[in-house]
């Protein structure tokens, strides 16, 4: 449903982010396209693969109540190492971010709180890459962390009284969703 400036707010956004050309750097994407190929969400439950869009990133998100971001996450730790922050952590986490996806939620989230329509539950959720070299499929290792970082997604959304129905059968084939996904952003 649009709000009155035009803009879809759903009540939730589910928002994967990362660069899907870098291995490891897309995962979030990858958690994304997995979680929408094996569940069905209630209307007022919004998947969205972010990409590595910055402040557009605004049009998705305003006037969500609770968002739930999805990213390979530079913590200065061991590969595969899971993270979670939550509000004020979570513009802490993006202080110190390089990359433009981060820069770009750390904009949109601050933009969002200084007009006023600042999204009150926010949480990210996220591993350590294994390798961000050029190339569109996660690392073995990584890929190996979807299905439990997608688990994670789950038990984020059931403490916000969400509950998706299981999808029966199939699997993902990342690299048709990622040509899916372009040929439909260039039609």
């Known amino acids: 449903m649009a709000d009155e400036s035009g803009l879809f707010a759903a009540e ?11 291995r490891d750097e897309g995962f979030g994407v990858r958690v994304a ?10 209307e007022s439950v919004q998947i969205v693969d972010g990409g590595t869009l910055g402040i557009e990133l605004t049009q998705f998100v305003t006037g969500t109540r609770r968002l739930l971001v999805i ?20 513009m802490e986490h993006f202080q110190d971010k390089i990359s433009a996806h981060e820069v770009g939620i750390q904009d ?14 926010v949480v990210v959720i996220g591993a350590q890459p294994y ?9 073995e290792k ?6 439990e970082m997608a688990r994670r997604a789950l038990a984020e959304l059931a403490a916000w009284g969400i509950a ?4 029966r059968g199939g699997s993902v084939d990342y690299t048709a969703v990622a040509e899916a996904a372009a040929r439909e952003r260039e039609g």
């Open 142 to 147: 990584m890929r190996a962390l979807v299905p």
């Open 12 to 22: 939730t956004t589910v928002l994967g982010v990362g660069n899907v050309i870098l």
């Open 33 to 42: 396209e997995y979680l929408a190929a094996h569940y069905d969400f209630p």
């Open 71 to 90: 990213d390979s996450i530079n913590g200065q730790a061991a590969p595969g190492t899971l993270f979670r922050f939550e509000d004020d952590a979570v």
């Open 108 to 121: 949109v989230l601050a933009l969002l709180a200084v007009t006023g329509k600042k999204i009150p539950e």
């Open 164 to 167: 998706p129905a299981e999808k």
């Open 131 to 139: 390798d961000i070299e050029a190339g569109v499929e996660l690392s």
